[in-house]
């Protein structure tokens, strides 16, 4: 980068606040995606105005800058593809208002999700979205991958919950969108087009959250089944039974013999599959559910069925599923970990489907997550210097992101596209729809220097 580029990046957000040094930039140059590339610079702005004076001189230079919240996203988002500047924004982590009276809070964008709860808990209530990256993803990074987590079946994911953000546009504008109101109808939801944008629209700065009381009883239980096909028929069937639990997680057999290998969490090594099923609300009534709950899995290959009585057996129940993702990673050198989502009623095709892949491909693969949703988690074990094991990986991610398809379903249901799974999104909405996305990245970023090469490409770049 050119020393003058560098100088004027010191002037803007001083010393402390730039790196520059190529030791410093390994740092930035990979999420929680298997790829490697590294920026030029990272800045850590701590003011709205400096992210506007950097998109300013970025656009009169045409420098990529690729934000960055913690790094943390499982598609390849927050890596600087066209290397630039990475945007890190974690040193913008103030709370700006906590306002009860009406249920919001309004934090800088670098905050990290779970220092929201400690907060507004103060007034009994929570802020509902809870990935499992909660205690290091930031805000920011939620809203531009429209975060889901273990509350998405009851409580809805980010989207539900944004209602004004302030936002930098790649030509340096700064724009405050949505409003406080319940109600509010002026102009288009535009805040909402930055929801899931994944970085490539503009830099949200402050993020104003709805919050809801929290629930006054929970009743939390562990099913555990004899059969996959059990498990995964129980989620439909508990739904149908006019359920609605706060969280319905899935395990199956490998991932609770992974957990149990990285961390003893008491889970029955021979059983097929677990269900992490909370319900919450008034205490008789998320009680009377439970027990609904208790009939359904009851119909479907039961094995056993343990109700926490104790804050600590709650914790313990949820315990496994929490470490899930890092048992897993400890199993082979690499990981890649999906998120492909179907509706609920075909949860039990997609389980047996994904299951038939990996053995056709003769690929190692655990498979957990939020069942409750349809958002599952099928994660191939592999070795990445394995170059054959690698070729025959790629054709089940292939396989599996085509069964999704098929099955009316969708190729992600929370970690976004980024690098990772563009090369399936025309597959999932059609040519007209990238054109969509092209015409609209041409009008927020007519350069192409907000997190270029992400998501899909733009015209010039596929040529
Ligand atoms: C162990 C583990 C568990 C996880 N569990 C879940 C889960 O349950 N549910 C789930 O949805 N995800 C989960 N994730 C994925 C990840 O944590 C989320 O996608 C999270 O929202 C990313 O936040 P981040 O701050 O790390 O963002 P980053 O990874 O740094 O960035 C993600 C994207 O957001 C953009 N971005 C970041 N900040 C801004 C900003 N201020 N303005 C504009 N664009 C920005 C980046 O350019 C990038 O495209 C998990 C990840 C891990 C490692």
Redesign the pocket.
Known sequence: MKKSIIDELVSIFGQENVLTDREDMIAYSY??APVEIEPEAVVFPTTTEQVSQLMKLAYREEIPV?????????SG??IPLKQGIVLC?DRMNNVIEFDPANRLITVE??LTTADIDPIVSEANLFYPPD???VA???I??????N????RGLKYGVTKDYVKMLKVVMPQGDIVTLGSKCVKHVAGFNSELM?VG???LL????EVTLALLPIPQHRESALAIFNSLDGAAQAVSDIIAAGVTPSTMEFMDNATINAVQDFKDCGLPRDAEAVLLIETDGEENSSKAEMKIVQEQVAKNDLREFQLATTTDERDALFAGRRVA??ALASVKPNLILEDATVKRSVLPEMVRGIIAIAKKHDIQVGIFG?AGDGNLHPTFLIDQADKEEMARCHKAVDELFQLAIDLDGTISG???I?LEKKPYLENQIGASGIKLLQDLKRMFDPKNLL?PG?MFDMPAESA
């Open positions: 999420d929680a690729t934000p960055r919240g913690q790094g943390s996203g499982l988002g927050s924004m964008a670098g990935p499992g990256s290091f993803s930031t920011g990074g939620n809203v531009a991958e975060a889901g987590g273990l930055f944008s994944e970085g503009g830099v949200m700065t993702l890092n939020h929370e970690h976004g980024g997190n992400k």
